[in-house]
């Protein structure tokens, strides 16, 4: 059975402060891929980033960071100097196999980015 | 990126009436869209795999009867909640795959919020 878990329901920081959010996936899969995405207030699903089971290189992207590590099945994503805008509910999310596309979500972390 | 739109975003309606809710793949072809239930405060939670030209796959505890899917064309995917009731009262998200590329990520539609009073 596949699993995503985001230990961390709620996160409050002040501005500036880095944040990492915690994501720990279980697959007996091979293949699959992980996802982050960012849901503000409005609902919609912001994709962030995606990765593949193949490709273990940690990612960069401004102020956004992910670390994925297969020895701990973790995919833990962060953000340095955080702002006020960033505050929404991230999910983590894998899709097993490389046909199947239908997303597995943890529960969510809601973060809070205080001025 | 490509774009999934979704209509309404947000719907109100009364206890025993029937909605149904657009997902439209505007800019690509979609052999396959899925769409998702929102609960406030929770995750999203799989509710169906629609094919393009065949029946919707349903996950399990999902009503078919009750949530009706179409997909009748590569670019359209509709939910029909039937009867519905309170209890369905939930935020309803449809993403959708490009046809023909193996190696890319599912779109969101930015979501339909249904109140049923």
């Known amino acids: 059975a596949q699993k995503v878990t985001q230990a961390q329901t709620e996160i409050s920081v002040v501005e500036k402060e880095d944040v990492t959010l915690d994501c720990v996936y279980e697959?007996?899969?091979?293949?699959?891929?992980l996802f982050w995405y960012k849901q503000p207030p409005s609902g919609e699903l912001v994709f962030l980033i995606r990765?593949?089971?193949?490709?273990?290189q940690n990612e960069i992207s401004g102020r956004y960071s992910w670390n994925f590590q297969k020895s701990t099945s973790s995919f833990n994503f962060t953000i340095t100097a955080s702002q006020v805008v960033d505050s929404a509910v991230y999910f983590c999310?894998?899709?097993?196999?490389?046909?199947?596309?239908?997303?597995?979500f943890g529960s969510g972390t809601r973060l809070l980015v205080r001025p | 990126g490509a774009v999934v739109s979704q209509h309404p975003s947000r719907v109100i309606c009364k206890s025993g009436t029937s909605v149904k809710i657009e997902c439209r793949s505007l800019?690509?072809?979609?052999?396959?869209m899925f769409w998702y239930r929102q609960f406030p405060k929770q995750s999203l939670m799989l509710m169906a795999t629609?094919?393009?030209?065949?029946?919707?796959?349903?996950e399990q505890g999902v009503e078919k009867d009750k949530f009706l899917i179409n997909h009748a064309s590569l670019t359209l995917s509709t939910l029909t909640v039937t009867s519905a009731h309170p209890e369905d009262s939930s935020f309803y998200i449809c993403?959708?795959?490009?046809?023909?590329?193996?190696?890319?990520?599912?779109?969101f539609g930015q979501g339909t919020r249904l109140t049923v009073v």
């Open positions: 993403s959708a795959r490009w046809a023909g590329a193996k190696n890319t990520e599912a779109f």
């Open positions: 697959t007996r899969d091979t293949t699959y891929y």
């Open positions: 990765r593949n089971s193949f490709d273990e």
């Open positions: 999310a894998l899709s097993v196999g490389d046909s199947s596309y239908k997303l597995i």
């Open positions: 800019d690509f072809q979609a052999t396959t």
């Open positions: 629609s094919n393009e030209g065949s029946k919707a796959t349903y």
